[in-house]
């Protein structure tokens, strides 16, 4: 289990408790946390997982998780698709933060 801290705009928190091998996104819906819809089921083909990572990980964009992003609203240098960031060790702690909006 690897801790991980997603954060409303508005600054809520809410942690949860991730399965290793679950994408970030699967571990957000898997706990109730508002603000990531996961429409496509994971399959980097909806954008609407989109969350800002600010902080350097090992997980890396590839080219269609970049055109994914292009046209996710709000996106930043810091985005990234949830669904394509797999939950590990070296996330314990990993601050997630969520956008205004996934449409
Ligand atoms: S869940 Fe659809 S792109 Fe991530």
């Given at each position: 289990?690897?801790?991980?801290?997603?954060?409303?705009?508005?600054?809520?928190?809410?942690?949860?408790?991730?399965?290793?091998?679950?994408s970030i996104m699967?571990?957000?819906?898997?706990?109730?946390?508002?603000?990531?819809?996961?429409?496509?089921?994971?399959?980097?083909?909806?954008?609407?997982c989109?969350v800002?990572i600010?902080?350097?990980i090992?997980s890396?964009?590839?080219?269609?998780e970049?055109?994914?992003?292009?046209?996710?609203?709000?996106?930043?240098?810091?985005?990234r698709l949830g669904c394509q960031i797999p939950v590990s060790?070296?996330l314990?702690?990993l601050?997630v933060?969520?956008?205004?909006?996934?449409?």
């Amino acid at each position: 289990m690897t801790k991980l801290v997603f954060i409303q705009p508005d600054g809520t928190e809410h942690v949860v408790e991730a399965d290793n091998g679950d994408s970030i996104m699967a571990a957000a819906i898997n706990n109730d946390v508002p603000g990531i819809d996961g429409d496509c089921g994971g399959n980097c083909a909806c954008a609407t997982c989109h969350v800002y990572i600010r902080q350097s990980i090992s997980s890396v964009v590839d080219e269609e998780e970049k055109t994914m992003l292009s046209i996710a609203d709000s996106a930043t240098p810091d985005s990234r698709l949830g669904c394509q960031i797999p939950v590990s060790d070296d996330l314990d702690g990993l601050r997630v933060y969520l956008p205004v909006a996934q449409h």
